[in-house]
């Protein structure tokens, strides 16, 4: 949670400067690069993780590798992350700062995890009902999850709405051990 409220941090006052900038969808795009080539080549992530080489060192490598595809703010945020010694956080900052962007929209983001692959017709119905239930526009991200064994889990706007069958299953298990017994109706039933 401190790690999704530092990232937060730095996603809202870079969306502020975004936004003076004109760059918001731009700098969203070059962060984007940023974060992808780092997951894709071991070697900058190893770079970035090591406590073992100089801050100076990464900003360095990272200026060189992007200095050329993305514009001074975006790197000069790279730079403050890794000297506060959290290059760790750049997917998490890109993840609030998309956040950013949907509330400065007027859209909601919401995690809908299936115990199946839904459809696209599946998902836009999905939409569509969470955007009514909301009353705001719903972007949502959709993950298969292994562990359900069937229906739905949402989160949307801090909230849980759990529609699984895990989730009956577990209540009906709750009523099956906890259930009152009357065992005078018990034993008048046997006789």
Known sequence: MLDEAVGLRYAQTFFLVASEQN????WKHQLELIVSTVD??????KILKSPSILRSVKKDIMVKVF??????????????LIDKGRAGYLALVLKMYHQQIMINRGVISSVVRTAVELSPAGKARMNNALSQKMGSSVESEFIVDASLLGGVV???????????LNRRMDEL?????????DIGAALSQEE
């Not at 760059?23 to 731009?26: P, Q, R, S, V």
Request: net charge negative; hydrophobic share 50%.
């Open 23 to 26: 760059k918001i969808e731009a």
């Open 40 to 45: 894709a080549n071991s070697f900058l992530s």
């Open 67 to 80: 200095e050329l595809h993305v514009d001074v703010p975006v790197l000069n945020l790279v730079k403050i």
């Open 154 to 164: 949402v989160t949307v706007d801090g909230k849980i709405i759990d529609g699984s």
């Open 173 to 181: 298990k709750s009523l099956i051990v906890n259930a009152p017994i």
